[in-house]
């Protein structure tokens, strides 16, 4: 016998949207597929808030310092 669990994905990938229009029950699999750019995007974005915020604050000796090392 084999189970399978579904999980409740937000179609337009909004929590806060929970009406029964944007809800779908999909397998581990398929939810992941269906949200997979949101997760590149918000990677992607995680990683560019850090970059920007490290450029404000951080001394520029530093940065040139940890740019020069390989």
Not at 33 to 39: S, Y
Request: aromatic share 8%; charged share 25%.
């Amino acid at each position: 016998m084999t189970y399978v669990v579904l999980a409740c994905a937000h179609l337009d990938h909004d929590p806060g949207n929970s009406s029964p229009a944007n809800l779908k029950a999909l397998c581990q699999r398929c939810h992941m597929i269906h949200d997979a750019a949101e997760h590149r995007w918000q990677r992607w974005w995680n990683a560019f808030r850090l970059r920007a915020l490290r450029d404000l604050y951080e001394d520029p000796r530093v940065t040139r310092e940890r740019q020069a090392t390989p």
